[in-house]
């Protein structure tokens, strides 16, 4: 009984002080120290906003149209005898530079005519004022033996009469100039310094004053009709608003791209059109450009500005004051991101005014840097880093510490001993055992 007792507790207490072996040696392991890994900082790009009295210049797109297009019609009726050389479309005109001469015999002889009327106008006012003096000297011998009214003594000097014969003389005066303007008439130059449009006549047709015989278009100015948002009107002077007299229109830059490269014109603004562009619905600001057929002062080889032309203007505005930043630095309408003592703050700032390349905002301090890199999931106090900026070197305070000591030193030393690993491996070290064989492991 006490054997087969035996038997059976035996290899029970064995398991049991196996067990309680085992258990002892997994709670008195050694444990590691969990060590918070180090925060990594996010790179980026940053820029440094100053303060600035910008100009809050409008950049807006325009059409080149025409100052005054007129269609050019004679004034008398005849024959086109001749047409001026250079009545051509795309000709330049000097103002008074002959276009057309029409056919003025008929005219000379309607002159004549009227001049023979006043020849014969003169001959009968001096008729009539012989007969007024005849009739006065026989008026006044008759002493007032005739009663008569003041109109009936009037009539019977004929005084009347020589007013008459004078009203005839003056329309006959009147009569020959009006043949000598006609005449002038067959002349047709240009009114303007212009370009030819277009010509609808030749020589020898039979021309009216019904129809133009050419369409010019003055040369001395050209408009650009641009497009500006209504919202930034208050930022331009346009003469007649807000006090802003003639003339005094803001100063305008006018960019045309060219073959070779982008020319640039200088204009001004000159009115505000009463309608919005029915197409985008914004505001319309008239820009004269002077002389747009000539070159710029200093490219004497430069393209005309051609009606019709799609240019890029930039209106010079009024001055504002706050901080200018990148666009990119803009988030969310009216939000900047900054670093502040190495961590992403976020700033609600007020945007002044809007460029294409730049805010000006207030409520930021200039000096202070501004984010330009996009965030994925940007956090206020996130770590951050910018690029280009020398780093610090880490110390020993920088890694977090373990139970197994310094955890940078740790890491310098795995190369090593991966390095020394292998040599390990194939010779034994001083002093120490030899490594048993695999058959003496099992004899063990």
């Given at each position: 009984m006490v054997r087969t007792a035996l038997k059976i507790l035996l290899p029970l207490l064995l398991?049991?002080?196996?067990?309680?072996?085992?258990?002892?040696?997994?709670?008195?392991?050694?444990?590691?120290?969990?060590?918070?890994?180090?925060?990594?900082?996010?790179?980026?790009?940053?820029?440094?906003?100053?303060?600035?009295?910008?100009?809050?210049?409008?950049?807006?797109?325009?059409?080149?149209?025409?100052?005054?297009?007129?269609?050019?019609?004679p004034q008398v009726s005849g024959i086109i005898e001749k047409i001026g050389d250079d009545v051509v479309?795309?000709?330049?005109?000097?103002?008074?530079?002959?276009?057309?001469?029409?056919?003025?015999?008929?005219?000379?002889?309607?002159?004549?005519q009227r001049q023979a009327d006043l020849v014969r106008a003169r001959?009968?006012?001096?008729?009539?004022?012989?007969?007024?003096?005849?009739?006065?000297?026989?008026?006044?011998m008759l002493g007032g033996a005739v009663k008569s009214s003041k109109l009936g003594a009037e009539l019977a000097q004929r005084k009347p009469h020589i007013e008459a014969a004078k009203a005839r003389v003056e329309a006959a005066k009147s009569a020959v100039e009006k043949a000598r303007i006609d005449i002038a008439r067959t002349r047709i130059v240009a009114p303007f310094d212009c370009v030819v449009r277009e010509r609808r006549v030749a020589e020898g047709q039979l021309v009216s004053p019904q129809a133009p015989i050419v369409v010019l278009v003055a040369t001395d100015r050209f408009f650009v009709t641009a497009n500006v948002p209504v919202e930034k009107l208050g930022f331009i002077d346009v003469p007649g608003l807000r006090g802003v007299a003639d003339g005094a229109g803001a100063e305008v830059r006018i960019r045309q791209r060219t073959s070779e490269g982008e020319l640039i014109r200088?204009?001004?603004?000159?009115?505000?059109?009463?309608?919005?562009?029915?197409?985008?619905?914004?505001?319309?600001?008239?820009?004269?450009?002077?002389?747009p057929l000539d070159p710029p002062e200093g490219q004497l080889d430069a393209l005309p500005l051609l009606l019709g032309s799609y240019v890029s203007v930039t209106i010079e505005g009024r001055p504002v004051q706050g901080v200018r930043v990148p666009r990119l630095a803009?988030?969310?309408?009216?939000?900047?991101?900054?670093?502040?003592?190495?961590?992403?703050?976020f700033h609600d700032v007020e945007v002044v005014w809007r460029a294409s390349d730049s805010f000006v905002v207030r409520g930021?301090?200039?000096?202070?840097?501004?984010?330009?890199?996009?965030?994925?999931?940007?956090?206020?106090?996130?770590?951050?880093?910018?690029?280009?900026?020398?780093?610090?070197?880490?110390?020993a305070q920088d890694a977090p510490a373990t139970d197994g000591g310094d955890a940078a030193a740790r890491e310098a030393e795995v190369p090593a001993a991966k390095a020394a690993a292998p040599a390990a491996a194939q010779a034994p070290?001083?002093?120490?055992?030899?490594?048993?064989?695999?058959?003496?492991?099992?004899t063990r």
């Open positions: 398991l049991a002080v196996g067990v309680g072996f085992a258990v002892r040696m997994v709670k008195t392991r050694p444990k590691a120290k969990r060590a918070k890994p180090p925060e990594a900082a996010l790179v980026v790009d940053v820029a440094v906003p100053v303060q600035d009295a910008a100009r809050a210049d409008v950049e807006a797109h325009g059409t080149v149209t025409a100052d005054r297009v007129v269609q050019l019609a479309p795309g000709v330049r005109l000097r103002a008074g530079q002959r276009i057309a001469v029409i056919d003025d015999r008929d005219l000379r002889i309607v002159l004549d001959f009968e006012l001096d008729v009539e004022r012989g007969r007024g003096e005849v009739a006065d000297r026989e008026w006044k200088r204009g001004k603004v000159e009115r505000l059109l009463s309608d919005l562009d029915p197409a985008a619905r914004m505001a319309r600001v008239l820009v004269s450009v002077p002389n803009l988030r969310e309408g009216s939000r900047v991101f900054t670093i502040e003592d190495g961590r992403l703050a930021l301090d200039p000096g202070v840097p501004v984010v330009l890199s996009r965030l994925a999931a940007p956090e206020p106090g996130m770590k951050l880093e910018i690029r280009g900026a020398p780093r610090t070197k880490a110390t070290r001083p002093g120490s055992a030899p490594t048993p064989t695999p058959a003496e492991e099992a």
